[in-house]
């Protein structure tokens, strides 16, 4: 059982950034996709991002492009996801999702491990 634990999360005004990191509990993940997605009251959970542990290859939603980042630590088991730009709408709790496949897809029924999520803020 994968444990998958996020961080980082907060307010911030718009414009701003933070920096979200996902920590998981098996020591690789090696051939695993890592994504990003979010989930704001009253939607449905969102595809935002994610890395291709293998090759590193990234895909990100249309609506974060150019504004956020994914990257992952192989010392850490850990990935990262940059937001910069933040605008109100980003506000959402946040999860991170591992897929047992190094093969990059933005559903999240495809996802078989997730965290708790953090919330993130962006106020006007």
């Known amino acids: 059982q994968v444990q998958l634990v996020e961080s980082g999360g907060g307010k911030v005004q718009a414009g701003g950034s933070l920096r979200l990191s996902c920590a998981a509990s098996?020591?690789?993940?090696?051939?695993?996709?890592i994504a990003w997605f979010r989930q704001a009251p009253g939607k449905e959970r969102d595809f935002v991002a994610a890395i291709n542990w293998n090759d590193d290859s990234t895909d990100y939603a249309d609506s974060v492009k150019d504004r956020f980042t994914i990257s992952r630590d192989n010392t850490k088991n850990t990935v990262y996801l940059q937001m910069n730009g933040l605008k109100p709408e980003d506000t959402a709790v946040y999860y991170c999702a591992a897929r047992l496949l190094a093969i990059i897809r933005a559903s999240s029924t495809l996802y078989h491990y997730w965290g708790r999520g953090t919330q993130v803020t962006v106020s006007s």
């Open positions: 098996e020591p690789t993940f090696s051939s695993y996709t």
